[in-house]
């Protein structure tokens, strides 16, 4: 592997049950363990389906809009959190699209491409969903830090 291929985040605790990841360009998203009653930030398991919706949605924008801007871009991931003997999971994720375009027939083109780079993003392009879907091994290590 390459320094082109190699991406990194860095998670930091910031108080207990609450995090920071930071990428390598400096941006930064809060989140947590979603233990606080009332409290709004994600948690991993909501990062990991808005990595899915995003990445796709990414695609999607950029395959359609070159022909209309949407009136309407929503991207709705669901998916069930499990505990069985494979552990903690995530089951049945689904994606679903709701884009609207305007009239004319620039948003027409649109419209009719729209399911095709849908496809194209699950089959092909979005690194996150095809990372899940072909089931990508993760190593743990810990650092000796004495």
């Known amino acids: ?4 291929t190699l991406r990194s985040v860095t998670v ?5 049950g609450h995090f ?6 400096g941006g930064t998203i809060d989140f947590g363990t ?10 991993p398991v909501e990062l990991l389906l808005a990595a899915i919706g995003g990445c796709t949605a990414a695609d999607v924008d ?10 309407g871009f929503t991207v709705t991931v669901t998916g069930h959190k499990i505990s069985d003997e494979s552990g903690n999971r995530m089951t049945d994720l689904s994606v679903s699209f ?3 375009f305007p009239e004319g027939a620039s948003a027409d083109r649109a419209r009719t491409i729209l399911p095709r780079a849908v496809k194209t993003s699950h089959d092909r392009l979005c690194t ?10 993760v190593s743990v290590t ?3 830090t004495s």
Do not use: I, Q
């Open 1 to 4: 592997m390459t320094d082109d």
């Open 12 to 16: 930091r605790r910031t108080a207990t």
């Open 20 to 25: 920071t990841a930071v990428n390598a360009r």
């Open 34 to 43: 979603g233990g606080e009653p009332g409290g709004t930030e994600f948690t």
């Open 62 to 71: 950029v395959a359609t809009t070159r022909h209309a801007e949407p009136t």
């Open 98 to 100: 709701a884009v609207t």
């Open 128 to 137: 996150v969903s095809r990372t899940v879907e072909l089931g990508t091994p």
């Open 142 to 144: 810990v650092a000796d």
